[in-house]
């Protein structure tokens, strides 16, 4: 019904840039919300930032200031664009979205499979 590809994960030295993708596709009626997770191992999953339909965005202060979020709409892709990466942001990152899909009058979330990123010397 709703398929998430994500790309973009691996290894980077601390201070590098990274940028992920997600592209959503299925029988999507409208998105309204697109974001970022991250799990590191024996931690919570959180979110990392998440941008909604007119371009309002959100980060976690962990981030803020590094990382940048944004969407295409054309597309149904939303990207994260990862810089002055620190060892701490090593995790697995989950693409999100909020969406209806045709014929559903409720909002759902789907999730990719998540992209190992590894911030390293």
């Known amino acids: 019904q709703v398929q998430l590809v994500e790309s973009g994960g691996g290894l980077v030295q601390p201070g590098g840039s990274l940028r992920l993708s997600c592209a959503a596709s299925?029988?999507?009626?409208?998105?309204?919300?697109m974001g970022w997770y991250r799990q590191a191992p024996g931690k919570q999953r959180e979110l990392v930032a998440h941008?909604?339909?007119?371009?309002?965005?959100n980060y976690a202060d962990s981030v803020k200031g590094r990382f940048t979020i944004s969407r295409d709409n054309a597309k149904n892709t939303v990207y994260l664009q990862m810089n002055s990466l620190k060892a701490e942001d090593t995790a697995v990152y989950y693409c999100?979205?909020?969406?209806?899909?045709?014929?559903?009058?409720?909002?759902?979330?789907?999730w990719g499979q998540g992209t190992q990123v590894t911030v390293s010397s």
């Open positions: 941008i909604i339909s007119l371009g309002s965005t």
């Open positions: 299925g029988s999507i009626s409208s998105i309204y919300v």
């Open positions: 999100n979205i909020q969406a209806r899909t045709r014929g559903a009058g409720t909002r759902t979330d789907y």
